[in-house]
Nanobody, 123 residues
Framework: QVQLVESGGGLVQAGGSLRLSCAAS????????MGWFRQAPGKEREFVAA????????YYADSVKGRFTISRDNAKNTLYLQMNSLIPEDTAVYYC????????????????WGQGTQVTVSS
């Protein structure tokens, strides 16, 4: 059974940093794109960052570009999101996900999802 478990969320002041982790189990995803999405209250889930199967290509939403860094460790089957210079608008539940393709940022390509981790940024 495939399972994705996020960790690292929490409450942080504006300007602070958090590092999210997503541990995958049940199968390896070394051939799949992986990404982070987020959903704020009353809003639709939105793309945050993704990388292709090898990690050689990364993609970011304009709103987080230059502040967030996505990475993966295929040996550990783990995905990371380093978030710096956090702002209150970053407050959301963050989800890691695995695509059925090797390189995608489209939400409908992502089949496996974690339960999410709350990130709250206070002003």
């Amino acid at each position: 059974q495939v399972q994705l478990v996020e960790s690292g969320g929490g409450l942080v002041q504006a300007g602070g940093s958090l590092r999210l982790s997503c541990a995958a189990s049940g199968r390896t995803f070394s051939s799949n794109a992986m990404g982070w999405f987020r959903q704020a209250p009353g809003k639709e889930r939105e793309f945050v960052a993704a990388l292709n199967w090898s990690g050689s290509r990364t993609y970011y939403a304009d709103s987080v570009k230059g502040r967030f860094t996505i990475s993966r460790d295929n040996a550990k089957n783990t995905l990371y999101l380093q978030m710096n210079s956090l702002i209150p608008e970053d407050t959301a539940v963050y989800y890691c996900a695995v695509s059925i393709t090797s390189d995608s940022t489209r939400i409908y390509d992502y089949k496996y999802w974690g339960q999410g981790t709350q990130v709250t940024v206070s002003s």
